[in-house]
């Protein structure tokens, strides 16, 4: 850990953030399906390649060499796809506290951030630690069938912590709209995975780039006709309470 810690600032990397919410990984049952936990030379991972030439050139040969240089040093040789799950299980101490934290935070002295963080206790704990900010986060829904969502867990956080600690917000962000969205629930501001994905998936930094486009002008859409003139001015009188309907 101290040796990936040091990696990282000499890399120039200046947060660091800790993902609490996988100490096991989930029930995938699609990645089972379609061969993406399986072994690296299954004939189904074959054929898919087979059938989408293009993306066979581009990762499967341009891409090479298909090693996973985080953690090929620990292992004292390349490791790729193959062993790394086994290697992963090995490896992979899933009793993370408190404790494991305040010694991260001794040897990293820039800002830190907890990944993770669904229950406004846990937030509370966050901002006692001194945790520079908190994700508010379910792993994209990947991690547990049903689990709260962090729209539904971000108000009751936002009305425990606002103002100590720099609230952020992910999972199930798809649009502007959803940004706006999730500004109004109390994050200061959002995190954005598979649409990145998907962007850059199918047309690289362009794709990328156009997504950026696509979710500023839905957020101004979304900030004009909610009369917020200003990030800032976002607020939960921007939503509709469902609930009093």
């Given at each position: 850990m101290k040796n990936a810690l040091e990696r990282a600032k000499?890399?120039?990397?200046?947060?660091?953030?800790?993902?609490?919410?996988?100490p096991t990984p989930g029930a995938?049952?699609?990645?089972?399906?379609?061969?993406m936990s399986g072994p690296y030379k299954d004939i189904r991972r074959v054929l898919q390649?087979?059938?989408?030439?293009?993306?066979?050139?581009?990762?499967?040969?341009?891409?090479?060499?298909?090693?996973l240089g985080n953690?090929?040093?620990?292992?004292?040789?390349?490791?790729?796809?193959?062993?790394?799950?086994?290697?992963?299980?090995?490896?992979?101490?899933?009793?993370?506290?408190?404790?494991?934290?305040?010694?991260?935070?001794e040897?990293?002295?820039?800002?830190?951030v907890i990944?993770?963080?669904?229950?406004?206790?846990?937030?509370k704990d966050a901002v006692r630690f001194g945790a520079d900010?908190?994700?508010?986060?379910?792993?994209?829904?990947?991690?547990?069938?049903?689990?709260?969502?962090?729209?539904?867990?971000?108000?009751?956080?936002?009305?425990?912590?606002?103002?100590?600690?720099?609230?952020?917000?992910?999972?199930?962000?798809?649009?502007g709209l959803d940004v706006v969205r999730m500004l109004a629930l109390g994050a200061d501001c959002t995190m954005i995975g598979r649409s990145f994905v998907y962007a850059l998936s199918a047309a690289g930094q362009a794709g990328v780039e156009n997504l950026l486009d696509i979710f500023l002008k839905e957020m101004k859409v979304a900030m004009t006709l909610t009369s917020n003139a200003k990030i800032s001015d976002i607020g939960r009188d921007a939503l509709v309470d469902l609930s009093n309907l």
């Open positions: 000499a890399a120039g990397c200046s947060t660091l953030v800790f993902t609490v919410d996988m995938r049952y699609r990645d089972m399906h379609s061969g390649a087979m059938v989408h030439p293009f993306w066979a050139w581009d990762v499967g040969i341009h891409g090479k060499p298909h090693t953690v090929s040093n620990y292992m004292g040789k390349p490791i790729d796809l193959n062993n790394y799950i086994g290697w992963l299980t090995d490896n992979f101490d899933p009793s993370i506290s408190w404790k494991d934290l305040e010694w991260i935070r040897f990293w002295d820039g800002p830190m990944k993770g963080i669904l229950d406004p206790e846990d937030a900010g908190i994700i508010v986060s379910n792993h994209g829904g990947r991690q547990l069938d049903g689990v709260l969502s962090s729209a539904k867990a971000l108000p009751s956080i936002a009305d425990a912590v606002k103002g100590e600690i720099k609230i952020l917000a992910d999972s199930g962000i798809r649009n």
